[in-house]
């Protein structure tokens, strides 16, 4: 379905970003503020073109994209640049572009090195993120896939902290071993697809291929092994226990706004891989593997709740949550429900906005102190009041507080979850009070109380949040009380994508949960 009023938007919002590294590139080397303004400047540009979307969004029907002609890119192997969007490419498409200038926003005060090169980084990892929301051929989307990689390796690698060699190579040696084998995986699904047809077009388009699952030719061993395969790719992105030792490190030494695309965007890659790629592809895989996958969801629930609660260190706390909160999107999922699915995907965003906030307070506490040790702090309400009750909203909207959209999106995972397996759910719902007891207790730690010898000897430097550092926080704010009270905002647009991915799944037997039915 071609909409947008014929405007090319999609290509648009992929390539603004890339066309403003670019102009960044450009800029005098002795003028970093011009090089910080223009890549404002085209990140908020390529956000206006996503809330372009939005507004022009025509709302198709249940598995229908809003596309754009497909060009041939390698017509020997029908490599086609083929891109689109769906409800659920969309919303993580404006999700992406919101993120992204205000992270580039928020570094105007912390960075002051390379300034050029590292918003060039920004805009180019830009490209590649919304590269892989947008991709409906599996080898552009591979492509999109790696182009994420270069630039985060760069952000933590340049202008991260001390171990920040370590925690990059960490994070690159895991990420491309899971890719490679999704590029396997990738190649070895196109050459089945040419052998049943007897040609290579369409043998890398996301939809064609889909249709051709449904006829199970990609099943058998074949399919348990494709399957697997991207599972490993997504699952090291997500991360899901236990390939999830890579991400306490990137967030720790990454940047502050390098940790809130992480959190925001980065580990969405792979949930939304599951749903676009994984599970439409392969099917009966991913019912037969689906009752591992929850079991290990379960365990990623318990362990990074119970991690966080002993972390001394504030990032490291925000981050091993992350942990914990992505397991209720991959629980979500693979539970098969309607309900599931949906709370899975506000669950995305939910995480995408809270977190990345969560992020954005521990950089402005980190500018002034250059510390993050829990136990130094104490009594900085009496300090800092607007940022206590800016931390305050975000940590009650991320234990999932009624009224807040982290609540909404827990509750329809839990829903779903009990229709499938209501030991599960239990395990699940009864974990949520460890979130609120790391989150609450570190609050208190940290506000409450007498003002601590560590803070009294910062003196001067403690000052209250900037303008530009609540500016940051303001749409994320918004957000987060919006699709609270009204959730519909983002189920009515991902409801056929949720459709269209549990459509295969339907079709086949309840999955065999065996005791945690």
């Given at each position: 379905m071609t909409a947008f009023n014929g405007l090319p938007l999609v290509t648009l919002v992929t390539f603004l970003p890339l066309l403003g590294a670019i102009a960044v590139a450009l800029t005098p080397s002795g003028r970093p503020n011009v090089a910080r303004y223009v890549a404002l400047g085209f990140a908020l540009a390529a956000w206006a073109v996503s809330l372009a979307m939005l507004v022009l969004w025509p709302n198709p029907p249940a598995g229908v994209f809003v596309?754009?002609?497909?060009?041939?890119?390698?017509?020997?192997?029908?490599i086609q640049y083929h891109v689109g969007v769906d409800g659920l490419s969309l919303v993580l498409v404006v999700l992406t572009t919101t993120l992204t200038w205000i992270s580039i926003l928020a570094s105007f005060g912390p960075i002051q090195n390379r300034v050029k090169e590292y918003m060039i980084s920004f805009l180019v990892l830009e490209t590649g993120m919304t590269g892989v929301f947008v991709a409906m051929d599996l080898f552009l989307f591979y492509i999109f896939w790696e182009v994420v990689l270069v630039p985060m390796y760069l952000i933590i690698g340049i202008w991260g902290g001390a171990n920040r060699i370590y925690a990059t190579i960490k994070f690159v040696l895991y990420t491309l071993v899971g890719s490679l084998l999704m590029l396997v995986a990738i190649?070895?699904?196109?050459?089945?697809?040419?052998?049943?047809?007897?040609?290579?077009?369409?043998?890398?388009?996301?939809?064609?291929?889909?249709?051709?699952?449904?006829?199970?030719?990609?099943?058998?061993?074949?399919?348990?092994?494709?399957?697997?395969?991207?599972f490993l790719a997504f699952a090291i992105k997500v991360?899901?226990?236990?390939?999830?030792?890579?991400?306490?490190?990137?967030?720790?030494?990454?940047?502050?706004?390098?940790?809130?695309?992480?959190?925001?965007?980065?580990?969405?890659?792979?949930?939304?891989?599951?749903?676009?790629?994984?599970?439409?592809?392969?099917?009966q895989a991913a019912h037969d593997w689906a009752p591992a996958i929850i079991v290990l969801s379960l365990i990623a629930i318990i362990?990074?709740?119970?991690?966080?609660?002993?972390?001394?260190?504030?990032?490291?706390?925000?981050?091993?949550?992350?942990?914990?909160?992505?397991?209720?999107?991959?629980?979500?999922?693979?539970?098969?429900?309607?309900?599931?699915?949906?709370?899975?995907?506000l669950q995305m965003v939910n995480h995408g906005l809270i977190t990345g906030a969560l992020f954005l307070l521990v950089g402005v506490i980190?500018?002034?102190?250059?510390?993050?040790?829990?136990?130094?702090?104490?009594?900085?309400?009496?300090?800092?009041?607007?940022?206590?009750?800016?931390?305050?909203?975000?940590?009650?909207?991320?234990?999932?507080?009624?009224?807040?959209?982290?609540?909404?999106?827990?509750?329809?995972?839990?829903?779903?979850?009990?229709?499938?397996?209501?030991?599960?759910?239990?395990?699940?719902?009864?974990?949520?009070?460890?979130?609120?007891?790391?989150?609450?207790?570190?609050?208190?730690?940290?506000?409450?109380?007498?003002v601590s010898d560590f803070f009294k000897g910062v003196g001067s430097h403690l000052t209250d949040m900037r303008p530009v550092e609540a500016l940051t926080l303001v749409p994320l704010g918004a957000m987060v009380v919006l699709f609270g009270l009204y959730p519909g905002l983002v189920l009515d647009l991902v409801q056929g994508s949720v459709q269209s991915a549990l459509a295969p799944i339907q079709q086949l037997a309840p999955i065999a949960l065996g005791v945690l039915r």
């Amino acid at each position: 379905m071609t909409a947008f009023n014929g405007l090319p938007l999609v290509t648009l919002v992929t390539f603004l970003p890339l066309l403003g590294a670019i102009a960044v590139a450009l800029t005098p080397s002795g003028r970093p503020n011009v090089a910080r303004y223009v890549a404002l400047g085209f990140a908020l540009a390529a956000w206006a073109v996503s809330l372009a979307m939005l507004v022009l969004w025509p709302n198709p029907p249940a598995g229908v994209f809003v596309s754009e002609p497909a060009l041939d890119w390698i017509p020997l192997f029908g490599i086609q640049y083929h891109v689109g969007v769906d409800g659920l490419s969309l919303v993580l498409v404006v999700l992406t572009t919101t993120l992204t200038w205000i992270s580039i926003l928020a570094s105007f005060g912390p960075i002051q090195n390379r300034v050029k090169e590292y918003m060039i980084s920004f805009l180019v990892l830009e490209t590649g993120m919304t590269g892989v929301f947008v991709a409906m051929d599996l080898f552009l989307f591979y492509i999109f896939w790696e182009v994420v990689l270069v630039p985060m390796y760069l952000i933590i690698g340049i202008w991260g902290g001390a171990n920040r060699i370590y925690a990059t190579i960490k994070f690159v040696l895991y990420t491309l071993v899971g890719s490679l084998l999704m590029l396997v995986a990738i190649l070895a699904t196109a050459f089945t697809f040419q052998s049943a047809t007897g040609s290579w077009q369409g043998a890398f388009d996301v939809q064609q291929l889909s249709h051709f699952a449904l006829t199970g030719a990609t099943g058998g061993t074949f399919g348990f092994l494709a399957f697997g395969a991207f599972f490993l790719a997504f699952a090291i992105k997500v991360p899901m226990f236990p390939f999830h030792t890579w991400l306490p490190d990137a967030h720790v030494e990454a940047p502050t706004a390098g940790s809130v695309i992480l959190a925001g965007i980065l580990l969405k890659l792979g949930a939304y891989g599951f749903i676009r790629f994984a599970v439409p592809l392969f099917p009966q895989a991913a019912h037969d593997w689906a009752p591992a996958i929850i079991v290990l969801s379960l365990i990623a629930i318990i362990y990074g709740a119970i991690v966080a609660l002993v972390q001394p260190d504030l990032k490291k706390l925000v981050a091993y949550s992350s942990v914990s909160h992505m397991g209720f999107v991959t629980l979500g999922i693979f539970v098969f429900t309607e309900q599931g699915l949906q709370g899975a995907i506000l669950q995305m965003v939910n995480h995408g906005l809270i977190t990345g906030a969560l992020f954005l307070l521990v950089g402005v506490i980190y500018e002034r102190t250059h510390d993050r040790t829990i136990a130094k702090m104490g009594g900085l309400s009496a300090r800092m009041p607007v940022y206590a009750a800016a931390f305050g909203f975000f940590v009650f909207a991320s234990v999932g507080l009624p009224g807040l959209s982290g609540f909404v999106g827990e509750f329809l995972t839990l829903v779903g979850t009990f229709q499938a397996s209501q030991l599960a759910a239990a395990v699940a719902t009864f974990v949520m009070i460890f979130a609120a007891g790391y989150l609450l207790w570190m609050f208190q730690r940290m506000f409450f109380g007498d003002v601590s010898d560590f803070f009294k000897g910062v003196g001067s430097h403690l000052t209250d949040m900037r303008p530009v550092e609540a500016l940051t926080l303001v749409p994320l704010g918004a957000m987060v009380v919006l699709f609270g009270l009204y959730p519909g905002l983002v189920l009515d647009l991902v409801q056929g994508s949720v459709q269209s991915a549990l459509a295969p799944i339907q079709q086949l037997a309840p999955i065999a949960l065996g005791v945690l039915r």
